[in-house]
């Protein structure tokens, strides 16, 4: 079956650290990878967008890579800060011919100590 | 309006009773999308639309319907609701090529 595996236990870390998220996901051939960003009791707010001919993308202090042979994205969040603490989504888009659809992984909450 | 904007905010509904969560967009999106989140199984598709007209299965469809008459509106029908229908919904749109989806506030609905 398809799925889309994020670390489910959160991931406390000092601020000015970097803090690293993992999506990992079977069965799939995605055109894209997507994260967003959700703060308690709102929507998902879009952050990054990797393509699969694609092996990293930076945004500010933001930076994914994209590994198509391991089926796996890693998310990085460079000096952190605390108000970077929220649950981090990472979401798939399997194609035209899929549909489109755009599939979510369980979202890791990150957790910023100053 | 500026977005997507969900109505309403949150719900009691008794079991047995006919609910529909209203979404409108003003983004002129062609693909809308409602998901249900739950503690723990994060955000689950119930149903998408890639264009007006058009209305396709995600992965939890059962007990919703939706429809598509047009771009703007893209509303989530529970025709007889349970307990376990008791979750947060959002509804989302993306631009034609899929590169950034747009969140409503989201819907809190009890089913008792």
């Known amino acids: 079956s398809q799925k889309i595996e994020q670390n489910s236990e959160a991931l406390n870390i000092q601020e000015g650290k970097t803090a690293t998220l993992t999506c990992n996901y079977t069965?799939?051939?995605?055109?894209?990878l997507q994260w967003y960003r959700q703060d308690p009791g709102r929507g998902p707010v879009f952050l990054l967008l990797i393509r699969e001919n694609e092996k990293e993308k930076r945004k500010e202090r933001l930076k994914v890579t994209f590994d198509t042979t391991l089926k796996q994205s890693l998310f990085h969040i460079t000096a952190s800060q605390p108000a970077d603490s929220a649950t981090y989504l990472c979401a798939l888009v399997r194609g035209r011919n899929a549909g489109n659809m755009l599939t979510f992984g369980g979202g890791t909450r990150l957790m910023v100590k100053p | 309006i500026a977005g997507i904007t969900q109505a309403p905010t949150s719900q009691i509904l008794a079991a047995g009773r006919r609910m529909t969560l209203r979404c409108t967009q003003d983004m002129r999106h062609n693909a809308m999308y409602w998901y249900r989140q739950d503690l723990g199984l994060g955000l689950r598709l119930i149903h998408y639309?890639?264009?007006?007209?058009?209305?396709g299965k995600g992965e939890v469809p059962d007990g919703y319907s939706v429809s598509r008459a047009n771009t703007d509106d893209f509303p989530l029908t529970l025709a007889s609701a349970v307990p376990s229908q008791t979750s947060v919904y959002f509804c989302a749109s993306s631009d034609p090529l899929r590169t950034e989806a747009f969140f409503g506030q989201g819907t809190r609905l009890t089913v008792v």
């Open positions: 069965n799939y051939s995605p055109a894209y």
């Open positions: 639309s890639n264009t007006a007209g058009t209305t």
